[in-house]
């Protein structure tokens, strides 16, 4: 067989391959009308095995998008009828850019609309149930999304035109770390905006205590808003806003008073006589060594007050504890301490012949932590 021959036949085989891709291409747009009937009978075949409403699914996520649906179908058939000509790289590289082109698009419109649809029906109202409002953090999500599903149809162009991915991932992997330099400080902000959503630290209107500068006092303040690059910050007494960048919020020790517990306990004690000023600051002595002993009371604001007993002619000592906590467990625990603190101020008390008795219990009063 001589040349000659050699090329009829290759003439010959590449008009019946392209007539053959031309003729399912041509045919392509009658099939692809029949996608989104598959997928409604794939929705209702679902049904059967998992918990799903078929018809409130497709109206909600794919009827609006039918018009869509069709031209992807139509260029996913023409995409497998292109194997036909890959035999031929020139003619296939030519034919498949438009093809794959048109196919990457198509799918990541469908995919970016599906998702929005998504997050606005389903996200944001567990978002909304989980943490009680929705923030920025929903946007931060649907964004990461977004640039997911645009790398995912640049591979899937890439494939379809036998590209190497490798080579292709080098090159963005050198470029990436360019430009991973270049905006450094703004994927810093970035990632830190992320852990600061992640983790809820602090929500807007709690009151935090943070340190900016280790040789300077801590900052005291209550949050403004939380945005996408920093969080804004009223600083108690001035009374001005500090604008911190979420990735130095990030990095700080944030002690968040809001979430603290705290109680305000109060005991009476009615002695049975009329206790002068030196007896009434005996007293005081008495409870501040003996709540010295225990932890968790702040002994800046123990208080004792004393006034005219009601039920019979002598003094009474009011006398006040604020006991602070993380959690409920720290609490019941610290309440436990208080009684012990209790018993031995009535047990010094006794050594100094001031005799006394309690006309109520303990009581107990929530109250908000603030700065």
Not at 171 to 180: E, N, Q, T
Not at 290 to 299: R, T, Y
Not at 351 to 356: G, R
Request: hydrophobic share 50%; charged share 20%.
């Amino acid at each position: 067989m001589d040349i000659e021959d050699n090329l009829t036949l290759y003439f010959i085989e590449l008009m019946v391959r392209l007539g053959l891709f031309t003729l399912v291409a041509v045919f392509a747009p009658f099939l692809g009308r029949r996608f989104p009937k598959l997928i409604w009978q794939g929705l209702k075949l679902t049904q059967l095995f998992v918990s799903l409403n078929a018809k409130q699914t497709y109206d909600n996520f794919i009827k609006s998008f039918q018009n869509l649906i069709t031209i992807t179908g139509t260029f996913l058939i023409i995409a497998l009828a292109l194997s036909l000509l890959i035999k031929y790289e020139d003619l296939y590289q030519f034919i498949g850019f438009f093809v794959y082109l048109i196919l990457s698009v198509t799918l990541a419109w469908i995919a970016l609309k599906i998702t929005r649809q998504l997050i606005r029906r389903s996200v944001i109202l567990v978002v909304q149930r989980w943490f009680g409002e929705v923030t920025e953090a929903v946007l931060i999500f649907e964004t990461l999304i977004y640039v997911f599903i645009i790398i995912l149809a640049g591979i899937l162009f890439a494939i379809g035109l036998r590209l190497n991915i490798t080579a292709i991932v080098a090159s963005l992997g050198i470029s990436g770390v360019a430009v991973a330099f270049g905006a450094q400080q703004t994927l810093s902000r970035l990632f830190g905006t992320l852990e600061i959503y992640l983790d809820r630290p602090y929500r807007p209107g709690e009151y935090i205590r943070i340190n900016f500068n280790p040789y300077d006092e801590d900052a005291y303040g209550r949050i403004e808003s939380i945005g996408l690059r920093s969080t804004k910050i009223r600083l108690i007494a001035r009374n001005t806003i500090a604008v911190v960048p979420n990735s130095l919020m990030a990095d700080k020790n944030i002690e968040n008073v809001s979430r603290g517990k705290k109680i305000v306990a109060m005991l009476c004690l009615d002695f049975f006589k009329v206790l002068d000023s030196g007896e009434r600051a005996l007293v005081k002595q008495v409870v501040n060594q003996a709540s010295q002993v225990f932890w968790g009371f702040d002994q800046a604001s123990i208080h004792v007050q004393f006034c005219a007993s009601d039920e019979q002619s002598g003094t009474r000592a009011r006398i006040i504890f604020f006991i602070s906590s993380a959690d409920q467990s720290s609490l019941d625990l610290r309440k436990r301490l208080l009684e012990l603190a209790n018993s031995a101020i009535a047990h010094k008390l006794g050594a100094y012949n001031l005799k006394f008795n309690t006309p109520e219990p303990v009581v107990y009063i929530d109250s908000p932590m603030s700065l």
